[in-house]
């Protein structure tokens, strides 16, 4: 079965600072992995997935499957950045059924 | 700007008694979901439709089912509600099946059982 883990549930960091959230996750076939964001008081929505390979609001992740993991990235924290994030993970069998983290709260402080 | 719907935001029921939550969809999208997303914890897919075919998670209790009438429409039933339903419900929607999806959610019911 497959599993995503989340070691934090709050990360505070100060606006200009670097922004490391981590992911990890277990899965015995190829993954697909993705990056959900929900701000305050609105839907969660897709941030990035690896596949794109993409940086969205300066936002990058790499897929390392050496080490089972999909950390998301930012070089400078922005106020607008604090929000909860969730990886997740895809799995194959008749739909994209996500399997999500338990999320990271992202607080960046003035 | 075409989204998918939750109504209502807030539920409330009672314990045993039957609730009804509902999620439309403008994007005309093939593949819907329901997912609970308990306090403090990761959303948990429950079921989901490709087109009129249903799909049921292993572990998703019988006291939640689900219906579609049509594209548009889709509905989580818990037939007798206990205090460990209360829980945010989400709603999503997808084009297709592919593994690499984006999926687009609504903005949730949050279920009270009293």
């Known amino acids: 079965a497959q599993r995503v883990t989340q070691p934090e549930k709050l990360l505070s960091v100060f606006k200009g600072a670097p922004v490391e959230l981590k992911c990890n996750y277990s899965y015995s076939g190829s993954p697909e992995l993705f990056w959900y964001v929900q701000y305050s008081r609105q839907r969660l929505q897709l941030l990035l997935r690896?596949?794109s390979r993409e940086s969205i609001k300066g936002f990058t992740a790499d897929l390392n499957k050496g080490e089972t993991s999909f950390h998301l990235k930012k070089p400078f924290a922005q106020e607008e950045d604090s929000a909860m994030y969730y990886c997740a993970l895809s799995s194959s069998g008749g739909g994209n059924k996500l399997t999500f983290g338990t999320g990271t709260q992202l607080k960046v402080e003035l | 700007d075409a989204m998918v719907i939750q109504n209502p935001r807030y539920q409330v029921t009672q314990f045993g008694k039957p609730v009804t939550l509902s999620c439309s969809q403008t994007?005309?999208?093939?593949?819907m979901y329901w997912y609970q997303q308990k306090s403090s914890q990761a959303p948990k897919l429950l079921f989901h439709?490709?087109?009129?075919?249903?799909?049921n998670e292993a572990d998703t209790p019988d006291n939640f089912q689900s219906r579609r009438p049509n594209t548009s429409f889709c509905f989580l039933d818990i037939r007798s509600p206990g205090l460990g339903d209360a829980a945010m419900y989400l709603c999503?929607?997808?084009?297709?099946?592919?593994?690499?999806?984006?999926?687009?959610f609504g903005s949730g019911t949050q279920l009270s059982v009293l």
């Open positions: 439709y490709y087109d009129k075919d249903f799909n």
């Open positions: 994007l005309n999208h093939n593949v």
């Open positions: 999503a929607t997808s084009s297709g099946t592919a593994t690499n999806e984006k999926l687009f």
């Open positions: 690896h596949i």
